[in-house]
């Protein structure tokens, strides 16, 4: 999900430059001062139900609706998968979990238990680690969310996705309006100060006024985190087609642009610092510390069916970050977990070049960007100055305001960020350039040093 899919979700062009005085300093960077011992110690944990009561008209995530109930036996393939990939990986202690899908609010409390206390008994887990669930705003996840804390749960991120109970049923959700203020109160009350909504824009016949409308009534709500997602038509769902088939329209590409930068403008005036592209918080504690590790580049594990993960394999004799996905279909996933402790499907160790592409495309998503000791961390050798400083094109976006390069490090102007997606390719191209032409220095300079210590 993380990665430029994601990224398209909230990018929208044309905004007012708000990126320095935003997100910059609320985040704590806990690798930059404790060095890079960390990235391969530590990680967050991703723990996938691939469960639905029914499909959403316009989600392509990795979801089933289940037939029967295996919820005991998934429950033991997640405590499986979750053990074996903590071992292979030797991580030593997990920052954060977050249990999305699917819908894990469908999952009984005793399933999260159970995930954590194998997460306990295999690294530290500190009582403080934000561990979040996803929650479906119906009456039977509400009634479910004191138990969901006992199990040991402390952050709620709900998907209200609108607050217009004609658009909930286009987009074929389960739940009405007032039952996604009533999760958001009974949640705010068992978790005060760490609970999130997720929303998207750019719905089916939206408008930006009925929008502005729509903001003013959730930020009554709302607690100190909010999520807003631009709506993506993913192909093969029933929205898609819909909307291919002139049935249903959504909003032009200028008018969901102006949406989301009336939405940055009407958060910040109540208070919420933008610290991501699509996330906004109130302050430090309401920050979503899992999702801020994909930002940073940190080591994260992902199990469950479809989950993905990044991380090194000591165990397994590895040096190097692999990107890992797990089998998608549930009942397949099962097998293999049962079989040979995990399910997972492909496995692509990530050279040098491939990691900084991560590290760069996730980090410019932040307000704060990425600074220059946190490219430091996975690039030693190459600043980001070296990198960045010489190409015209980039120099171009310098000099339109778009993007930023001083002392804190490369980061998007308010107007960039919006624009992210158009000019990360300027910055891959330059990155793999130069990444290249160090390495064809780095062999000439090493063939030298053969001659001249091998004389004959
Ligand atoms: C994969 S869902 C899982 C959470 C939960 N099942 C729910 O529906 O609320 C996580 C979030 O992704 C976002 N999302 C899903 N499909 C999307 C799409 N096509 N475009 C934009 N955002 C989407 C929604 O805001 C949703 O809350
Ligand atoms: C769209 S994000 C919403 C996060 C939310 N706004 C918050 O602040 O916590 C969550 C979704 O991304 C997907 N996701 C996140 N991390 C993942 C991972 N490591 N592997 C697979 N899917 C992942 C899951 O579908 C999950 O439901
Ligand atoms: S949006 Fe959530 S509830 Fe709807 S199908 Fe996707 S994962 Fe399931």
Known sequence: MMSLRAARRALSPGVRRFSDTSGGEIVEDVSERTGCAQLTTQASLYVHWPYCLRRCSYCNFNKYISRDNNDHMMTECLQKETETLLQLSQVSCVTSVFFGGGTPSLAHPSTVAAVLETVSGQASLSEKAEVTLEVNPTPVGMSKLEDFCRAGVNRFSIGVQSLQDDDLKILGRDHSSRQALQTIEEARRLCPGRVSVDVMFGRPKQSVESWENELSKLLRVCDDHMSLYQLTL???????????????????????????????????????????????????????????????????????????????????????????????????????????????????????????????????????????????????????????????????????????????????????????????????????????????????????????????
Not at 275 to 284: C, D, G, I, L, R
Not at 393 to 398: I, K, M, S
Not at 407 to 430: I, K, N, T
């Open 234 to 456: 993913e192909r093969g769902t029933q929205l898609f087609k819909q909307v291919q088939g002139g049935e249903v329209t959504v909003p032009a590409e200028d008018v969901t642009a102006e949406m989301y930068q009336c939405a940055r403008r009407t958060l910040h005036q109540h208070g919420f610092l933008q610290y991501e592209v699509s996330n906004f918080a109130k302050h430090q504690k309401a920050v979503s510390h899992h999702n801020m590790s994909y930002w940073k580049g940190r080591q994260y594990i992902g199990v469950g069916p479809g989950a993905h993960g990044r991380f090194v394999l000591p165990g397994e004799g590895g040096v190097a970050r692999e990107a890992r996905t797990q089998t998608l279909e549930p009942d397949v996933w099962m097998r293999e977990v049962q079989q040979r402790g995990h399910g997972t499907r492909r496995r692509i160790q990530l050279n040098h070049l491939e990691l900084l592409e991560e590290v760069l495309v996730m980090g410019m998503r932040m307000t704060e960007g990425i600074n220059h000791k946190h490219w430091e961390l996975f690039s030693p050798q190459l600043s980001l100055r070296e990198v960045f400083g010489r190409s015209t094109d980039v120099q171009e976006l310098l000099q339109s305001g778009r993007l930023i390069l001083d002392d804190r490090g490369l980061r998007c102007s308010w107007d960039g960020l919006a624009l992210l997606d158009s000019m990360l390719p300027a910055l891959l191209v330059e990155l793999e350039r130069q990444i290249s032409q160090r390495l064809q220095r780095d062999h000439h300079t090493d063939g030298q040093t053969k001659k001249t210590s091998n004389p004959r």
